[in-house]
């Protein structure tokens, strides 16, 4: 019913900033809560943040709070992800989600392809 796609990832230096985007192409996007995830190689895949389908709930993981924002614009389907003060841990494969929120990925339906972010010293 929904279908994402990230855009945004690169490379970026460490203490830098980039802006992810998340893309719905369904008309029932608002409806939806939105989390982000991020998968580093080797590494089991682990919530990052997720915004509520009015975007009035925001919840982060504590390794990300104060760093990064979540944020939505309902009225063009993005859910987008402002990462500030990026460390070389944030290095990871980016996925956004919609489903009923939390951060428990069985609580996801709906997936996108991911896009990368590699913070280098």
């Known amino acids: 019913q929904v279908q994402l796609v990230e855009s945004g990832g690169g490379l970026v230096q460490a203490g830098g900033s980039l802006r992810l985007s998340c893309a719905g192409s369904?008309?029932?996007?608002?409806?939806?809560?939105i989390g982000w995830f991020r998968q580093a190689p080797g590494k089991e895949r682990e919530f990052v943040a997720s915004?509520?389908?009015?975007?009035?709930?925001?919840y982060y993981a504590n390794s990300v709070k104060g760093r990064f924002t979540i944020s939505r614009d309902n009225a063009k389907n993005t859910v987008y992800l402002q990462m500030n003060s990026l460390q070389l841990e944030d290095t990871a494969v980016y996925y956004c989600?919609?489903?009923?929120?939390?951060?428990?990925?069985?609580?996801?339906?709906?997936w996108g392809q991911g896009t990368q972010v590699t913070v280098s010293s």
């Open positions: 989600a919609a489903g009923a929120g939390g951060s428990f990925e069985s609580t996801y339906t709906y």
């Open positions: 915004i509520s389908w009015n975007g009035g709930y925001t």
């Open positions: 369904g008309r029932t996007f608002s409806r939806y809560a």
